[in-house]
Every structure is written in C-alpha cells, then in structure tokens.
C-alpha cells in the first residue's frame, strides 16, 4: 500500500518519478504527489485521487529540478484529500518525506511536538515524523540524515521513507522498516528509490533491496552509503534485475488484467519450467530440496496466507493431503499472528505470497520463525521481503502482475504447489509410479487446455452480460474445486462491486440456499470427477428454487446441460488439476461484468495490490 518514487542525478526528476508513479499506482490510487528540488527550492504538488489528477494539477508548474520524491497513497491515517497527499514538508519548510508504511506512536509524538509550537497541516502520521525529524535536528545540530536515523529509533512501526532536503540537495536519504524499498544504482552516478523495481527497471539493472531497519544515504558525490539504523555501516549487496520492461506495459490489451488472464498458458509454463520432465519423469524444485525429507517428516505443515494466496493455499491442502499424504493446516495469516497458535520446532510454516509484502503474512511467518519452525515461501516477487527471511523457497515465475485482481499469480500458485505436492508424493512413495506419470504428462499439457478456455471468451462474454446487473451472486465447488469458489466469488466482488459469496456446495443446504430465488445467479464447478454426482444433486437444489444456474463442466458433458441456464465447457484432466482450469472461466467472467458495470477493473475501490499495512 502506497507507492514510493526518488530520483536524484543528472535526468529530470519530474518525468522520472511520475512515471514511476504510474507504474505504482496499483499500490493505492488514493491521491499523488511530488517534491522537486531546484535552485534551493522545494516545489511540493500534491492532488487528491490518481497520478493524472497530478499532471493535470502540475500541467503550468514549475517542474524543473534534478531531485525529486514522489508518492501514490493508499489512505490509512487521514482521508484522502490534498492535504493528506504525500510528500510532506517540516515547519521550516527544509524537508519533504514520502512514507509507506504506519507509525503506530505518532499521536503521543504529535502531542509533544505540539506542546513545542510546531503546527500540523494534515492528519497524517508521515507528517508527524516529518516534524519530529525537523525537531530533532534544531536540538542536536546534526544532519538531516542523522536526525532521521535518530527520528526512527523512537517510532513504532513500518516504514519505508524518502526524504529530501535543502540543506543537502545532492543527497537522497531512504530507510525502510517491514514496507518494502529497492534503491536503483543508475549508470551515471545517479540514484533512484521504489517500493519496488518496476519504476527503475527502464534505467538501471543493478539494485540493493534494503533490509529492515536499514538507511542509505544516497549522495551524488559520496555514492550509496549503508547504516543500520544504530549506525554501523554495511556493505550493499548489489543484484541484478530480471524484470523485462514489455511486463509492465499492458500490450495492446484494455487491462492489465485481461493481459494477464491471457498470459496464464505462458505464466504457468514459465512456473514449470525446468523444474519438469513428463518424458523422464521427474519433478524437482531445487529451492526446497534440501527441505522436502523434513516436509515429509513433519507432524504438520501449516500454510499462512491471505485473500487470494489464502484460495491456492487451500487447493495446495488437497494435493498435500491427497498426494502426499501429508498433513495441512492453512491459515489466515492475520488470525494465525494474533491467535497465540501452538508452534513446535518440526513445524513448516509455508508462506504464499504474489508480492512477498503482505504484513499480515510476513508478520506471522516472523512469529513461526522465532518459535523455531522452519519457514518455507511460494512467492511472485523476486527480491520481496518473504522471499528473503525464509529459510527457503520456491518462486511462481509468473511474471509482473499489476492488476490488482489476482490471477496469473493464482494458478502460478497452484502449479507450484501441485509441483512440490508431486515431488514429496514421489520421495516419499505415496504416488503409484503410473499415476505420478499420468500426473507430468497432464500438468504438461494444461496451458494449451488453459489456452482452449481462453478460445471460448466470447461466448463467457455473452453469458456475462445476461449477470452484470446482479446483486448478489453464489459460488460453489466441492473438494479442491471449493476454493476455486472462493476464488470466483472474490474475484467478482473485488472488481464489479456485487455481492458474492463461495461455499462448498453442500454446505448450501444450511443457510445460504435460503438466499436463491430467480435473481440469484449460482456459478457451480461441476466437472468429472468423484465428487460430480453429489454436486449434480447440489445443482438441482439450486434448480428447484429457480436460481439462475452457470455450471462450469467438463467438455461433452450432457447431464448438467439438460439443468442449467448456461454451461462452460473445459477440458477434461485430473480432478488434481481442475482448479488450474476452472478458475480461468471464473476470471474472465468477473473481468466482463466489471467492464460491462463501467467498474475500474485494474484499480478497483479501496483496494490495493500489495496490502503492506495490517
Ligand atoms: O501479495 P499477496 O499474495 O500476499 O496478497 C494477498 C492478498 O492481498 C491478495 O491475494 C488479494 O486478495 C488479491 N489481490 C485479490 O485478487
């Protein structure tokens, strides 16, 4: 949640930081703004909703200047409005500071900062840090970098900052706590900073991803300097990115969702890729092969996650169990934190995480880790916070998703845990040998049966239309299918706004099959499988209360057409791997009925992509 951009060198920083504004703005879209240093001013634009409110506001400002700070909010302390907007200034009007992240003590640090005259424009806690960094640097005499360093030592909570000064206008300071900051080391001696790589990528390669507690002093002539926030100086560890810059354009596409829904066929072969072999038969995540015999070994892995990553947690619970006949448990990574829960030493904690930022879910792998478990994650983002403090871990592969809507992360999710199911099945013998081949050989194909949904859009458009104007909408699924429901259900209220709730379809008959009439639409997975005939009984339930019934099933099926108002055909495949499959009709039809509702399907209301607050 919120974004954070910094330039300093010899490019103009305006069109720099904008940029890298937009691209994240999926990060909260709540208002934008920037602070320019130039000839021994500092130029502060601020405007309430997203960049392009800013441009507009800026269109006949003065924009020149080779510093700039720039800031894209998701609100938490204070509405959104232009006061609120980031930057900040100090009283003095010497600092300007971008922040992401909350300071949980900023009420008892305001009030005696008021006691002490200074004045608060806005409701924010970043401005209060602002302030408290201008005191204390009236009361030691020291630089703004050192009255910082010492500002952080006396808040609690997250950060990740950049501010800027005129006392010192050919210096960046940053320092980030628990919310995620990459610093860019460009080609000419020039420096950026961003919540993630995506702004810096067009410019430089080569990044250091802060750590906690860490401040980098970013100096035009002194280069990048390293201190913890105790003040003992480290050495950067320098990275190469991998991102290419077309990920992050949307190519021809209307979203950036609707591109990664069509990406899916390459996302998860990407995910496969070499870590697959149907013909020789083996299956290998080399991240966590030194930890499968203690996966195997374990009373119990626990997966942690939150909204959609919670959804392939699930599915992951069936194929462990199934597969591997290894116990699951998953959990919300915001109750699992909070709930005391009993950890043991030969625990797995398995933390699944598109971004590697979710607070929640690193919060909770924090407590695993110091109760002693191991601690394992299945992340997008490489270099993210998660994917650094596990013991181990195996990335998605599925590329940049921007949409704030989960999808490609979703079924990269999916493919590696079904990948690490199959590998400790095989390890530990509990897959017959003709079943584990069948399992690669399917897993193989699956993009070209996900390109075969993607193939039927138009007709998953027609149906769309006759729901856009829903109120409410049920999903159903049984077995791993049930958190495909879940998944269609968030997917359509995220982004369309209606009403939608997934179950497992028995669990309709006690409650919500009072909500059915002929305005309610239930969408239902109802492929071939062990479970077809029960969902088949499910589905004449909804049927004889006049519910409007979508069936997703599985390709010649003849029973549940004679029932319901419309049917998805998808390819037939192991019931192991029908959620890789039903989730793709699921998101296409959320994607139609918020386009169709006028709906911004990639920024939807109040949310934000990488949820870094609790
Ligand atoms: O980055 P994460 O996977 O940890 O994010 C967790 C959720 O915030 C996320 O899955 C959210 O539910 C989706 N954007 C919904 O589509």
Redesign the pocket.
């Known amino acids: 949640m919120c974004g954070i951009v910094a330039y300093i060198g010899k490019k103009d920083a305006y069109e720099i930081v904008v940029k890298g504004l937009k691209r994240l703005e999926y990060r909260g879209y709540d208002s934008a703004g920037v602070a320019l240093l130039t000839d021994g001013n500092l130029n502060l634009y601020k405007k309430q909703g997203k960049v392009a409110n800013l441009e507009e506001f800026t269109k006949d400002k003065d924009k020149s200047g080779r510093v700039g700070i720039g800031h894209t909010r998701w609100a938490t302390h204070g509405e959104p409005n232009d006061v609120n907007a980031h930057p900040h200034m100090s009283n003095n009007g010497e600092i300007a500071l971008i922040h992401n992240g909350i300071i949980e003590n900023y009420d008892s640090i305001k009030r005696e900062l008021l006691t002490k005259g200074y004045t608060f424009q806005s409701e924010t806690d970043t401005e209060v840090l602002t302030i408290l960094v201008e005191d204390i640097k009236k009361n030691t005499n020291g630089t703004y970098a050192e009255s910082l360093r010492l500002a952080l030592q006396q808040v609690v909570g997250a950060y990740a900052i950049v501010m800027i000064s005129k006392e010192n206008p050919r210096q960046l300071i940053a320092a980030r706590k628990s919310s995620p900051l990459v610093v860019g080391i460009g080609k000419d001696g020039d420096f950026f900073c961003a919540s993630d790589a995506t702004p810096i990528v067009e410019y430089t390669k080569k990044v250091v991803y802060l750590d906690d507690e860490e401040i980098a002093v970013l100096d035009l002539d002194d280069g990048l300097k390293l201190y913890s926030i105790d003040d003992v100086q480290k050495t950067p560890y320098i990275q190469e990115l991998e991102i290419k810059l077309e990920s992050l354009e949307k190519g021809g596409y209307d979203h950036f969702m609707l591109k990664e829904i069509h990406e899916q066929p390459r996302s998860i072969t990407d995910c496969f890729r070499g870590r697959l072999n149907a013909e020789e038969a083996w299956v290998s995540l080399g991240g966590i092969k030194e930890y499968e015999q203690k996966m195997i070994d374990a009373k119990r892995i626990i997966m942690i996650?939150?909204?959609?990553?919670w959804h392939a947690a699930l599915v992951g619970e069936y194929l462990f169990e199934d597969l591997a006949r290894i116990n699951v448990e998953v959990e919300y990574a915001s109750e699992f934190r909070y709930r005391n829960p009993i950890i043991n030493e030969d625990d797995i904690v398995i933390a699944i995480?598109?971004?590697g930022e979710?607070a929640d879910?690193l919060a909770a792998l924090e407590l695993a880790k110091s109760k002693g478990a191991t601690i394992l994650g299945i992340c997008n983002v490489v270099g993210s916070s998660i994917s650094r403090i596990t013991d181990a871990g195996s990335y998605t592969h599925a590329g940049p998703e921007i949409g704030?809507?989960?999808t490609k992360?979703f079924t990269a999710q999916v493919t590696v845990l079904t990948l690490m199911a199959l590998s400790l099945a095989k390890k530990k013998g509990s897959i017959s040998d003709t079943k584990f081949r069948t399992m690669l050989s399917e897993l193989e194909i699956i993009p070209q049966k996900v390109q075969e949904i993607l193939d039927i859009n138009d007709k998953i458009k027609t149906i769309s239309a006759e729901y856009k104007d829903a109120t409410n909408a049920l999903y159903l699924g049984r077995g791993s299918s049930f958190p495909v429901a879940l998944e269609g259900a968030?997917k359509l209220k995220?982004i369309s706004y209606i009403h939608a709730e997934g179950y497992p379809a028995a669990e309709m008959k006690h409650g919500p099959i009072a909500l059915i009439d002929e305005e309610m639409p239930v969408f239902v997975i109802a492929t071939q499988g062990p479970s077809y005939e029960k969902v088949v009984s499910n589905i004449q339930e909804v049927k004889a209360r006049k519910g409007k019934l979508i069936a997703i099933v599985t390709e010649g099926d003849e029973q549940v057409k004679e029932i319901a108002d419309h049917v998805i055909e998808i390819p037939e495949a192991d019931e192991h791997l029908i959620p890789l499959l039903a989730t793709i009709p699921f998101q296409l039809l959320s994607y139609h009925i918020a386009v169709m509702r006028n709906c911004n399907v990639d920024q939807p209301r109040n949310l934000a992509?990488?949820?870094t607050v609790e």
């Open positions: 996650a939150c909204g959609t990553s995480s598109q971004s979710t879910t704030v809507a989960s992360a968030l995220e992509k990488s949820v």
